[in-house]
């Protein structure tokens, strides 16, 4: 981590050395987010970490969700950006990391080889998903199980821009699903095509396709697909629709294992400061390719939830959320055994520096 905060200032000097140069329209933003959080989770797990989730994380705790710190900088032709992130979402999603990358939330540098177009290489923020790791950034406070079991962040390399004023689309060369740390000698790749029909209107389509095993095994190619589309339904209505589907090679057989998972995803802003979210979703795992639940038994698993914002300034959101599962299976591990069933109520105080 120290080396980490060392190199920060550094980039910081070199960025602002170069903004400071009147010839250049470089631009240099410092900024930051905190979300803090204290969740109570039903099953009340011995151990207080949650099962199958990773925001919110802990059970009866105080605790810090995300803090970020990042600086971003962009000219006619050339952009970066580093952030430094701690928190128990990084300790959730990045445990398999070296400890030196678990505190980098984004490390990237690109520049524009057209007029429109962009390439990217480091470490950012995934392709996959309609929700982000940052709370404020989604309709709800807590992440989809399909969020939560697809990338958060991806290490590589991107080309990305538009093919008309509608339609976008990014294509990726990365290590894998969501590591940075190198698992193999295989790259994965991915594309993301975006169509933007009105201002009101999304439909997006990424893919991943890569070898998930190490070396050691034989291959297990995994091919997956994200799709979602979001409409504002009325001026103060909007949704989104999800659904994911999977396929990975089974070990030493052609056959391939699938899971697949939908969510409808809904808010309505009440009142310039209020805000009510909703949400929707069933995720199926039954050869436990993604989900393993550490009993004979598959995940199989329906959730709602809902949450009411409160934006005390246009900076500060303060959110309350209640979220229920009922799975096919006893696989939630409570302080009386294994249940079908598991459910929290959280709230957050989000914080953004921008």
């Known amino acids: ?71 971003k900088y962009t000219a006619d032709n050339v952009r970066g950006r580093f952030a430094l992130h701690t928190g128990t979402y990084a300790q959730s999603n990045y445990a398999v990391e070296p400890p030196l990358l678990q505190n980098i939330h984004e490390a990237s540098a690109g520049f524009r080889p057209g007029k429109s177009w962009w390439v990217d290489m480091g470490i950012f923020p995934a392709h996959i998903g309609f929700e982000s790791a940052i709370s404020k950034d989604n309709w709800t406070y807590s992440r ?22 509608k339609l976008t689309l990014g294509v990726l060369v990365m290590n894998g699903w969501q590591n940075i740390h190198e698992t193999n000698n295989d790259k994965a790749f991915g594309t993301q095509l975006q169509f933007k029909p009105n201002d009101s209107a999304l439909l997006n ?13 034989a291959s297990q190619v995994r091919i997956f697909n994200n799709f979602y589309g979001q409409t504002s339904l009325r001026r103060n209505v909007d949704a989104a629709i999800i659904f994911d589907i ?3 090679k089974k070990p030493s057989v052609s056959q391939y294992a699938s899971w697949y998972t939908g969510a409808l995803i809904g808010r309505v802003t009440v009142s310039p400061t209020i805000r009510i979210g909703g949400r929707m979703e069933y995720y199926a795992d039954n050869d436990q390719i993604i989900i393993v639940t550490g009993t004979p038994d598959s995940f199989q698993t329906f959730g709602v939830s ?8 246009d900076n500060f959101l303060f959110r309350v959320e209640g979220r229920l599962f009922d799975s096919k299976h006893k696989v939630y591990p409570s302080s009386t055994g ?3 069933n598991d459910g929290f109520l959280a709230t957050s105080f989000a914080l953004s520096l921008y």
């Open 338 to 340: 294994l249940r079908r």
């Open 205 to 217: 389509w990424s893919t991943f396709v890569g070898n998930e095993a190490p070396d050691s095994q």
């Open 246 to 248: 999977g396929f990975q």
């Open 306 to 313: 809902v949450n009411l914002d409160y934006a005390v300034s």
């Open 1 to 71: 981590m120290k080396a980490c905060v060392i190199a920060a200032f550094l980039m910081a000097d070199v960025v602002l050395a170069h903004a400071a140069d009147p010839s250049s329209n470089a631009k240099l933003s410092v900024g930051g987010y905190v979300d803090v959080y204290y969740a109570f989770a039903f099953t009340r797990p011995p151990s207080r970490d949650r099962s199958f989730t990773t925001q919110p994380f802990r059970h009866n705790e105080f605790n810090i969700n995300v803090a970020l710190i990042d600086v």
């Open 144 to 165: 989809s199980l399909m969020a939560d079991y697809s990338p958060y962040y991806e290490a590589g390399l991107k080309l990305s821009g538009p093919l008309s004023e």
